[in-house]
């Protein structure tokens, strides 16, 4: 594409996305900035909020996995309305296994976003409660192509649900020891070494949401789900509560970003949070 044709794209994107620069619904956060917007649409994938409650220390449950309630009722509240305004709410296999969370926006009079599961090796159990209510509010289950042939009866079991499976190629993420932070370019999940037979690529995940209809996608966890995220620069805005608490040996919101100098370590835009009951409500945006 030449200079004068993307800087067109550019100078149209920004003028649609100015005129839905308010804030959605009355909520309490504002919209994504304009320029992640275009920066979220170049690329094909949705626009993508992480959020995750975590310790003054920077954990987001106990070393045995709780953490149910990091944060106050209020910020339960911020936790909803965001699953409102989304498309879809997305979490990783570890979640669904030590909270069995339902996903669900539980405001009246608002609606819940699809729930959609990465699950590389289909581990997750069958009678986890974003399952058996798949037929009420729908999920997606992301899966490897081996996981999918190997797992017949979990298979059967997640269809008869009514749960939508979508398969990807395994062993295509690139966890890596980068120094470099992504400027969005990469694909590695942060989980391993890119030697996980049904590790799938973030970018091929978000290009089939994508060609779903999913257009506004919120990231809620957990650890490593979060940590690939950030690591790949995959996110316009991180919406982090922090909630006076001190965990201590726990576990990271954020684990291994590859970073091993300052100058390479992620940084967000300057804002000033604000109180939420107990907790500090930081909504952050790219530099
Ligand atoms: N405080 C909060 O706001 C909050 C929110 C959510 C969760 N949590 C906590 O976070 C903890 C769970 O964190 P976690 O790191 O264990 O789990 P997680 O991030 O929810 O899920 C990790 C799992 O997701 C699958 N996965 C992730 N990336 C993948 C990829 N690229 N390709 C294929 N599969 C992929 C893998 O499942 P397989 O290994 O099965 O393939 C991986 O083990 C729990 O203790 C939970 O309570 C806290």
């Keep these: 594409m030449n200079k004068n044709r993307a800087a067109r794209l550019v100078g149209e994107a920004q003028r649609l996305v100015g005129a839905r620069s308010t804030p ?5 956060l504002s919209i994504i900035a304009s320029s992640s917007i275009v920066q979220a ?8 909020t992480i959020t995750f409650a975590q310790s003054l220390d920077g954990c987001i449950a106990t070393s045995t996995g709780d953490s149910r309630w990091i944060s106050s009722d209020e910020t339960l509240r911020l936790a909803h309305e965001l699953r409102s305004e989304a498309d879809a709410v997305l979490v990783g296999a570890g979640t669904v296994k030590a909270d069995n969370p339902r996903l669900t926006c539980r405001i009246s009079g608002h ?5 959609v599961i990465l699950d590389g090796r289909l581990s997750l159990p069958a009678d986890s409660l974003v399952i058996t209510s ?3 509010t729908p999920t997606y289950v992301i899966t490897s192509d081996r996981a999918l042939k190997k797992q017949e009866n979990k298979v ?14 395994g062993g295509d993420g690139n966890g890596g020891d980068s120094d470099k932070l992504s400027n969005g370019g990469g694909s590695g999940s942060g989980a391993n070494n890119g030697n996980n037979p049904d590790e799938l690529s973030l ?6 949401l994508s060609a779903e209809g999913i257009q506004r996608l919120l990231i809620e966890g957990g650890s490593g789900i979060i ?6 620069g995959l996110f316009e805005r991180l919406v982090l509560v922090t909630a006076p608490l001190i965990i201590g040996a726990g576990i990271p919101a954020v684990g291994d970003m590859g970073v091993r100098k300052l100058t390479s370590a992620l940084k967000l835009r300057p804002a000033t949070p604000r109180l939420l009951g107990p907790d500090l409500v930081w909504e952050l945006y790219r530099e």
């Design 24 to 28: 959605r619904r009355g909520r309490g």
């Design 41 to 48: 649409n170049m690329s094909q994938r949705p626009e993508i």
């Design 111 to 115: 609606t819940s976003p699809l729930r």
């Design 134 to 136: 798949a037929h009420e």
């Design 156 to 169: 059967l079991q997640l269809r008869k649900h009514g749960v939508r499976l979508l398969t990807l190629p």
């Design 203 to 208: 970018h091929s995940v978000l290009e089939l």
């Design 227 to 232: 940590t690939s995220f950030l690591r790949a």
